[in-house]
Protein backbone atom coordinates (compact mmCIF):
# COMPACT_ATOMS: atom_id res chain seq x y z
CA UNK A 1 0.00 0.00 0.00
CA UNK A 2 1.47 3.05 -0.96
CA UNK A 3 2.08 5.60 1.94
CA UNK A 4 -0.15 8.85 2.25
CA UNK A 5 1.43 11.91 0.67
CA UNK A 6 3.21 14.51 3.71
CA UNK A 7 0.97 17.33 5.01
CA UNK A 8 2.03 20.38 3.83
CA UNK A 9 4.09 21.77 6.62
CA UNK A 10 5.83 18.34 6.96
CA UNK A 11 6.66 18.04 2.98
CA UNK A 12 7.81 22.02 3.43
CA UNK A 13 10.49 21.17 6.07
CA UNK A 14 11.50 18.00 4.43
CA UNK A 15 12.30 19.63 1.26
CA UNK A 16 14.04 22.94 2.88
CA UNK A 17 16.28 20.13 4.34
CA UNK A 18 17.02 17.79 1.74
CA UNK A 19 18.14 21.21 0.20
CA UNK A 20 20.93 21.61 2.21
CA UNK A 21 21.40 17.50 2.80
CA UNK A 22 22.58 15.52 -0.31
CA UNK A 23 21.51 12.31 1.27
CA UNK A 24 18.36 13.25 2.04
CA UNK A 25 15.07 12.80 -0.27
CA UNK A 26 11.83 14.20 -1.00
CA UNK A 27 8.56 12.27 -0.76
CA UNK A 28 6.35 13.03 -3.29
CA UNK A 29 8.11 14.50 -6.23
CA UNK A 30 6.57 13.57 -9.27
CA UNK A 31 6.83 15.29 -12.82
CA UNK A 32 3.97 15.86 -15.16
CA UNK A 33 2.68 12.30 -16.10
CA UNK A 34 2.91 11.53 -11.80
CA UNK A 35 6.43 9.43 -11.98
CA UNK A 36 9.20 10.43 -9.61
CA UNK A 37 11.45 12.87 -10.83
CA UNK A 38 14.30 13.12 -7.93
CA UNK A 39 16.86 14.45 -10.91
CA UNK A 40 14.41 17.84 -10.88
CA UNK A 41 14.84 18.08 -7.25
CA UNK A 42 18.26 18.25 -7.86
CA UNK A 43 18.00 21.52 -10.64
CA UNK A 44 16.40 23.09 -7.44
CA UNK A 45 19.13 22.14 -4.84
CA UNK A 46 21.79 22.93 -6.85
CA UNK A 47 20.56 26.04 -7.93
CA UNK A 48 19.94 27.32 -4.16
CA UNK A 49 23.54 26.11 -3.33
CA UNK A 50 24.98 27.89 -6.66
CA UNK A 51 22.94 31.20 -5.60
CA UNK A 52 24.39 32.02 -2.45
CA UNK A 53 27.74 30.81 -2.51
CA UNK A 54 27.09 33.84 -5.40
CA UNK A 55 25.94 35.95 -2.74
CA UNK A 56 29.10 35.83 -0.74
CA UNK A 57 31.44 36.17 -3.35
CA UNK A 58 29.35 39.45 -3.84
CA UNK A 59 29.74 40.46 -0.16
CA UNK A 60 33.24 39.34 0.08
CA UNK A 61 35.12 40.46 -3.21
CA UNK A 62 38.23 40.90 -1.46
CA UNK A 63 38.31 38.06 0.83
CA UNK A 64 37.80 35.93 -2.65
CA UNK A 65 40.52 37.53 -4.81
CA UNK A 66 42.99 37.04 -1.58
CA UNK A 67 41.71 33.27 -1.42
CA UNK A 68 41.37 31.95 -5.12
CA UNK A 69 38.38 31.86 -7.10
CA UNK A 70 38.43 28.11 -6.61
CA UNK A 71 39.04 28.12 -3.06
CA UNK A 72 36.94 30.87 -2.13
CA UNK A 73 34.13 28.80 -4.02
CA UNK A 74 35.08 25.38 -1.96
CA UNK A 75 34.43 27.31 1.30
CA UNK A 76 31.46 28.88 0.53
CA UNK A 77 29.84 26.02 -0.52
CA UNK A 78 31.15 23.95 2.55
CA UNK A 79 29.19 27.74 4.27
CA UNK A 80 26.48 27.39 2.64
CA UNK A 81 26.17 23.24 3.40
CA UNK A 82 26.24 24.06 7.20
CA UNK A 83 24.64 27.54 7.39
CA UNK A 84 21.66 27.98 5.71
CA UNK A 85 20.42 31.54 6.24
CA UNK A 86 18.12 32.09 8.97
CA UNK A 87 16.68 35.83 7.37
CA UNK A 88 14.95 36.23 3.96
CA UNK A 89 17.00 39.43 3.09
CA UNK A 90 20.09 38.02 1.54
CA UNK A 91 22.24 40.80 2.15
CA UNK A 92 22.33 39.66 6.09
CA UNK A 93 24.02 36.03 5.04
CA UNK A 94 27.48 35.47 6.12
CA UNK A 95 27.65 37.39 8.87
CA UNK A 96 30.15 34.57 10.50
CA UNK A 97 31.76 33.87 7.14
CA UNK A 98 34.85 35.23 8.22
CA UNK A 99 34.81 32.94 11.59
CA UNK A 100 33.95 29.62 9.66
CA UNK A 101 37.46 30.03 6.99
CA UNK A 102 39.63 30.92 10.27
CA UNK A 103 38.92 27.25 10.71
CA UNK A 104 40.03 25.89 7.40
CA UNK A 105 43.37 24.79 7.75
CA UNK A 106 44.65 26.01 4.59
CA UNK A 107 44.25 29.68 6.11
CA UNK A 108 46.04 29.02 8.90
CA UNK A 109 49.20 30.50 8.13
CA UNK A 110 47.17 33.59 6.51
CA UNK A 111 45.21 34.81 9.29
CA UNK A 112 44.91 38.57 7.81
CA UNK A 113 42.38 36.39 5.28
CA UNK A 114 39.41 36.34 8.05
CA UNK A 115 40.45 39.70 9.42
CA UNK A 116 39.60 40.92 5.41
CA UNK A 117 36.67 39.05 5.29
CA UNK A 118 35.60 41.03 8.98
CA UNK A 119 35.89 44.03 7.17
CA UNK A 120 33.97 43.27 4.00
CA UNK A 121 31.41 42.12 5.94
CA UNK A 122 31.44 45.15 8.52
CA UNK A 123 31.37 47.91 5.78
CA UNK A 124 28.19 45.65 3.79
CA UNK A 125 26.04 46.27 7.64
CA UNK A 126 26.87 50.01 8.03
CA UNK A 127 25.85 50.34 4.01
CA UNK A 128 22.44 48.59 5.04
CA UNK A 129 22.13 50.37 8.71
CA UNK A 130 19.30 52.68 9.56
CA UNK A 131 19.56 56.44 8.86
CA UNK A 132 20.88 58.97 11.43
CA UNK A 133 22.04 62.34 11.57
CA UNK A 134 25.50 62.27 12.63
CA UNK A 135 26.83 64.20 16.03
CA UNK A 136 28.51 67.39 14.39
CA UNK A 137 31.53 68.95 16.24
CA UNK A 138 29.72 72.15 16.86
CA UNK A 139 27.26 70.26 18.98
CA UNK A 140 30.02 68.86 21.70
CA UNK A 141 31.04 72.46 21.36
CA UNK A 142 27.32 73.60 22.92
CA UNK A 143 28.06 71.39 26.23
CA UNK A 144 29.71 72.94 29.28
CA UNK A 145 33.11 72.40 29.78
CA UNK A 146 32.49 70.78 33.01
CA UNK A 147 30.14 68.55 32.13
CA UNK A 148 32.70 67.12 29.32
CA UNK A 149 34.12 64.21 31.29
CA UNK A 150 30.66 63.13 32.02
CA UNK A 151 29.52 63.07 28.31
CA UNK A 152 28.17 59.73 26.79
CA UNK A 153 27.88 59.21 23.06
CA UNK A 154 25.62 56.89 21.16
CA UNK A 155 27.31 55.33 18.38
CA UNK A 156 26.04 55.99 15.39
CA UNK A 157 23.73 52.37 14.15
CA UNK A 158 26.50 52.64 10.98
CA UNK A 159 29.42 52.55 13.07
CA UNK A 160 32.00 49.76 14.35
CA UNK A 161 35.43 49.76 15.51
CA UNK A 162 37.19 46.40 14.57
CA UNK A 163 40.42 45.23 15.90
CA UNK A 164 43.01 43.77 12.97
CA UNK A 165 45.89 43.04 14.39
CA UNK A 166 47.22 40.30 11.54
CA UNK A 167 47.48 43.31 8.70
CA UNK A 168 43.88 42.45 7.51
CA UNK A 169 43.15 46.46 7.01
CA UNK A 170 46.21 46.67 5.18
CA UNK A 171 45.54 43.29 2.65
CA UNK A 172 41.88 44.70 2.05
CA UNK A 173 42.73 47.97 1.29
CA UNK A 174 45.41 46.23 -1.57
CA UNK A 175 42.71 43.99 -2.60
CA UNK A 176 39.89 46.74 -2.87
CA UNK A 177 38.36 48.11 -6.01
CA UNK A 178 40.12 50.47 -6.22
CA UNK A 179 43.02 49.79 -4.43
CA UNK A 180 44.27 51.99 -1.63
CA UNK A 181 47.57 52.48 -0.38
CA UNK A 182 48.24 49.54 2.33
CA UNK A 183 47.93 51.41 6.16
CA UNK A 184 49.67 49.60 8.73
CA UNK A 185 47.29 50.48 11.85
CA UNK A 186 45.81 47.37 13.56
CA UNK A 187 42.19 48.62 13.74
CA UNK A 188 39.60 50.24 11.56
CA UNK A 189 36.57 52.39 12.00
CA UNK A 190 33.89 51.73 9.83
CA UNK A 191 31.55 54.51 9.56
CA UNK A 192 29.09 55.72 7.07
CA UNK A 193 28.60 59.78 6.85
CA UNK A 194 26.62 61.11 4.06
CA UNK A 195 25.47 57.59 3.36
CA UNK A 196 29.00 56.80 2.28
CA UNK A 197 30.74 53.72 3.34
CA UNK A 198 34.06 54.67 5.08
CA UNK A 199 37.15 52.72 6.96
CA UNK A 200 39.45 54.79 8.59
CA UNK A 201 42.91 53.74 10.05
CA UNK A 202 43.55 54.13 13.95
CA UNK A 203 46.07 53.13 15.84
CA UNK A 204 45.83 51.14 18.67
CA UNK A 205 46.10 53.88 21.23
CA UNK A 206 43.15 55.62 19.34
CA UNK A 207 41.55 52.31 19.40
CA UNK A 208 41.80 52.09 23.16
CA UNK A 209 39.86 55.47 23.11
CA UNK A 210 37.24 54.70 20.71
CA UNK A 211 36.07 51.66 21.82
CA UNK A 212 35.25 52.26 25.17
CA UNK A 213 33.40 55.65 23.66
CA UNK A 214 31.65 53.93 21.15
CA UNK A 215 30.49 51.43 24.01
CA UNK A 216 28.88 54.22 25.29
CA UNK A 217 31.16 54.56 28.33
CA UNK A 218 31.90 58.47 29.52
CA UNK A 219 34.57 60.43 27.97
CA UNK A 220 36.64 60.69 31.21
CA UNK A 221 37.04 57.26 31.67
CA UNK A 222 36.92 57.07 28.33
CA UNK A 223 40.04 59.22 28.07
CA UNK A 224 41.54 56.93 31.23
CA UNK A 225 41.62 53.97 29.39
CA UNK A 226 43.64 55.14 26.88
CA UNK A 227 46.80 57.04 28.11
CA UNK A 228 48.83 56.72 25.53
CA UNK A 229 46.02 58.42 23.18
CA UNK A 230 45.68 61.50 21.68
CA UNK A 231 42.14 62.15 22.69
CA UNK A 232 41.41 65.61 21.14
CA UNK A 233 42.57 64.03 17.48
CA UNK A 234 40.48 61.02 17.99
CA UNK A 235 37.77 62.99 19.15
CA UNK A 236 38.04 64.94 16.01
CA UNK A 237 37.97 62.41 14.00
CA UNK A 238 35.53 60.00 15.36
CA UNK A 239 33.55 63.04 14.77
CA UNK A 240 34.57 63.70 11.40
CA UNK A 241 33.89 60.37 10.31
CA UNK A 242 30.29 60.50 11.79
CA UNK A 243 30.82 57.76 14.67
CA UNK A 244 28.04 59.47 17.06
CA UNK A 245 24.28 60.35 17.03
CA UNK A 246 24.13 61.53 19.88
CA UNK A 247 25.38 63.10 23.50
CA UNK A 248 24.08 63.76 27.15
CA UNK A 249 25.78 64.73 29.66
CA UNK A 250 25.72 64.60 34.10
CA UNK A 251 24.75 67.76 34.96
CA UNK A 252 27.84 68.27 37.76
CA UNK A 253 26.40 68.56 41.11
Not at 39 to 68: I, K, Q, Y
Not at 128 to 141: F, G, Q, S, V
Request: charge should be negative; hydrophobic fraction near 50%.
Amino acid sequence: MAEPPPRRAEAQAAFAAALLDRSQRVAGLVDGHGRAAPERFMVWRNTMRASLADALGAAFPATRRLMGDDYFRAAALHYVEREPPRSPLLMTYGGNFADAIARLPGLAPYPFVPEVARLEFCRLTAYHAADAAPLRPEDLAALAADALPTARFDAHPAAALLPLPAGGLAAWQKNADPPADPSPEPAALVTRPDLDVRVTPLSAAAADFAAPLLAGRPLGESAALAENADIVEVLSVLLREGAFCRVSVTSPT
